[in-house]
């Protein structure tokens, strides 16, 4: 069993920043696939971000050079930096692992970019 955990979220103005953090426990946890989704208000999950073990990175195009995603291996934790934040990135985010097809899904944090 995966348990993962986030936080970090709230609200911030557009242009601002917000880092949200990861934790990931249980019977992982080496050689997995560490992202990110976000969930805009009436609309489907989207995949943001994703790191692999090794630090490999992809990033939807929306986000790119905007957010930055991190991980720390011998702690099983990770970041989302979002910086240069628009009012389109409000919603619920979720931080996921992955590894051998099953997607270990957190509770999601909320944030909202509104002035």
């Known amino acids: 069993q995966v348990h993962v955990v986030e936080s970090g979220g709230g609200l911030v103005q557009p242009g601002g920043s917000l880092r949200l953090s990861c934790a990931a426990s249980?019977?992982?946890?080496?050689?997995?696939?560490m992202g990110w989704y976000h969930q805009a208000p009436g609309k489907q999950r989207e995949l943001v971000a994703t790191?692999?073990?090794?630090?490999?990175?992809n990033y939807v195009e929306s986000v790119k050079g905007r957010f930055t995603i991190s991980r720390d291996n011998a702690k099983n934790t990770g970041s989302l930096q979002m910086d240069s934040l628009r009012r389109e990135d409000t919603g619920v985010y979720y931080c996921?692992?992955?590894?051998?097809?099953?997607?270990?899904w957190g509770q999601g944090t909320q944030v909202t970019v509104s002035s």
């Open positions: 996921t692992v992955a590894k051998l097809g099953y997607l270990y």
């Open positions: 249980g019977s992982i946890l080496s050689n997995y696939v």
């Open positions: 790191i692999t073990s090794g630090g490999s990175t």
